[in-house]
Structures are given as C-alpha cells and as structure tokens.
C-alpha cells in the first residue's frame, strides 16, 4: 500500500458519521455538543472506576483460588457470567452482542492477572499512550481501528476444512439464511473465521488456483470507513471504493500484499449489526490485480 504526508491526511471526511480528524482539534464545537462530551467524559472515568474496582475484586478472588488451590479458569462460571450479562443487556435494550465483547475482554483481562499474579517478575511500567513522537498516518489509523473483526480463508475443500474446525478445533458453525453457495462461517466465543471454497464464485476459484489454499484477507474494524480509507488512499490503486451494503456494513479492501500473500478489508458496522456480509467478501476476491 502506498504511504501518505501529513499534508495528505484529510481534515475531515465528507459524511454525515465521520469522526474527528485527529488534527480538528475542540474549537468549533457547539455549546450542546461540549455539556454532552463533558458528560460522556465524566462516565468514562466512573466505567474505568468500575472495572478498576472489579480488578481489583478479582486480584482477591485469585488470592483465595491460590491459597484453596482452585483452577483458575472455571468454564460453568464464565458461560453462566456470558449468559447473565447478555440478559441484562437486552432487559437495557442494549446489543447483547455487543456487551459480550465487552465481558469476554474483562474475562481475559482477569485471567491473565489470576496468571501473572503467581509470576515472581515485576509488573512493566506503562504510562498513557503519546502522539507526538508518530506519523501522522499512523496516529489517525490508531485512532480509529478497533480489532479484528473476522478472517477470510480460501479453501479448497470447503466440507473437510468445515469438519476440521468443529470436529477438532471447538468452532461451531453459525446458520445463515439464504445459505450462500461455497461459503460458511464458523465461531468460537468472539473469534469469527470464514471459509470460502471454490464454488463461492469464478473469482474465489481463479484465486484458490493461483495461490492455493489460506487466509485472504483479515477484517479489521474501524469507526469510520470514509475516514479510514481516505487515510489510506494513495496511491488510489491500492484499495478498492468503500462499498455499502444493505445491512450497513461499510467496507474496503487492499490490493493482495505480495509479500506476506494477505489483503486487509476495513469494516465499519453503521447498521444494525449483522454477522458478515457475502457480498463484500466476494467483491474482495475480485480486487486482485494478479488475476
């Protein structure tokens, strides 16, 4: 992909949902709009005292696992807790979906402390991240990416590779209706994979002759695709436009990277939220120029 100077990032992106551009600064905003950001801020400061108390909560529970010699992970309490909290999510008319991403990160943050906690070495010392030090490009695609949101890989054999994740690697199978030709998604708790075999499309197979079975592209989420591929748009050649689908996923792709045999799709969800979009991981297989 091509680099960009900082003249070249864009100040602002020309739609209705885009984000700040890290250089607009406070300055024009309206009084309104600054009572419900202070607002917002003082929120964020008692969720990151809630989960420092909860922390700390469970620095204690990892005390008394140790001394009773209990297992740290315990499988039965983190599904009830996955449960729970999604049923408190919709009694809220909250994403369930979404609060469980939420907990199942609290969940492994709190592992690792109950691990990390019977280490003899100290903790590093860390300190708020800086931008002043970073490129411009860099500091506006760290402002908005946010995970991985699923990967996409080519298979040859789509039933066996189906078989070969469920049977020996814990991942079920999601239901999807229609179900598309060629294509199945599969999940274990919050990782999202794809497989596509050769009779998704003409596309898919001309791919999988010329490169053979393995990851195509990995989907990464931002806030923001307009903003995200304006950021990223030179040279022009290097991603496709942004494409907007019926259930609002707004996403764009890379070309295939040469040298790690990889493309990257950027995903915006500003719809409802739905699973994956077939019709964008298809129109990934056609932006190869190799082909």
Known sequence: MGTMSESSIPEFVNSPKSVDSPKSGNSNVAPELAVLRTRIDELDRKLVEVLAQRLEVCNEVAHLKEKSDTPIIQPQRVRDVLTSRRQWAIDRAVDPDFIEQIIRVVLAETHRIEVAGRRSDGAPDKRAASNNTRSTIDTAMDTVTTRIDHVVVAVEDLDSAVRGFT????????????????IAVIAAGGVTLVLVGPTAGPEVEAHLAAHGSGIHHVA????????????????????????????????????RDPDSGTQFGYIARTGHRHGVAISNILDAFRHDPDL
């Open 167 to 182: 049977d020996h690697l814990g991942f079920h199978r999601l239901p999807m209706a229609p179900e598309p030709a060629g």
């Open 220 to 255: 990464i989420e931002v806030l923001n695709a307009g903003f995200a591929h304006a950021t990223l748009s030179t040279p022009a050649s290097d991603i496709t436009p942004v494409i907007v689908d019926e259930q609002g996923h707004e996403q764009f792709f890379t070309v």
